[in-house]
Nanobody
Framework: VQLQASGGGLVQAGGSLTLSCVGS????????IGWFRQAPGKEREFVSS????????VYGDSVKGRFVVSRENAKNTVSLRLNSLKPGDTAVYYC???????????????????WGQGTQVTVSS
């Protein structure tokens, strides 16, 4: 199982970015995908989770209404659109996967068994 996160970069406050998570080595459509982030000196924080079919999505309180998660199983890809970015969104963003049943999402870091390497997002004020 491999997950590759990409799309991070430097953006001004108010701007947008789209992160991608590409999976390989497993049946992507059978896994819930989660996004987490970790800022320096802070614990890893839940950002979003999407069910294996893409029908159920949940967001952390700090990003609700600004970030949008989606997936395209035919391309083994989950995308996270980051809108209205704030300096407080600066962090390394990680995607993670867990084998799941239909409609399942998860917000606890301990629920995920496989992790990507992370992509840096920096928001300047």
């Amino acid at each position: 199982v491999q997950l590759q996160a990409s799309g991070g970069g430097l953006v001004q406050a108010g701007g947008s970015l789209t992160l991608s998570c590409v999976g390989s080595g497993f049946t992507f459509s059978g896994y819930t995908i989660g996004w987490f982030r970790q800022a320096p000196g802070k614990e890893r924080e839940f950002v979003s989770s999407i069910s294996r079919g893409g029908t159920v999505k949940v967001y952390g309180d700090s990003v609700k209404g600004r970030f949008v998660v989606s997936r395209e199983n035919a391309k083994n890809t989950v995308s996270l659109r980051l809108n209205s970015l704030k300096p407080g969104d600066t962090a390394v963003y990680y995607c993670a996967a867990r084998s799941s049943v239909t409609g399942e999402v998860a917000s606890d870091i301990r629920d995920y068994t496989h992790w990507g390497q992370g992509t840096q997002v920096t928001v300047s004020s």
